[in-house]
């Protein structure tokens, strides 16, 4: 992580820009941190609008509390094969 002022920010954001795509840059005013420039280089906006939503990760944590359905129980409702394990072994339905 890089820590720099805020007019360092102004004199030379092309740099900070660059840097924050391979690092954290945390920009202060008078010591004290004020903002965290984060590069999102690569992302699409769908992505990024998804990451920021203070709802939908609200919903997502709502919705890992919840009793999940187990694998086997989703394929056999979807009617399709249980996919085999990691090691090679086929899940036996329950």
């Not at 360092?8 to 945390?26: E, G, H, N």
């Not at 694998?71 to 899940?91: A, Q």
């Amino acid at each position: 992580m890089k820590t720099i002022n805020v007019r360092d920010l102004q004199k030379k954001v092309r740099q900070w820009i660059s840097a924050s795509q391979k690092d954290y840059v945390v920009v202060t005013r008078h010591g004290k941190p004020v903002a965290m420039v984060t590069g999102v280089e690569g992302y699409d906006w769908e992505d990024l609008s998804w990451a920021t939503n203070s709802a939908f990760w609200k919903m997502i944590e709502e919705r890992r509390k919840e009793q999940g359905i187990p694998l086997d129980e989703v394929c056999r409702r979807l009617g399709v094969p249980v996919p085999p394990r990691r090691n090679g072994k086929r899940r036996k339905p329950q």
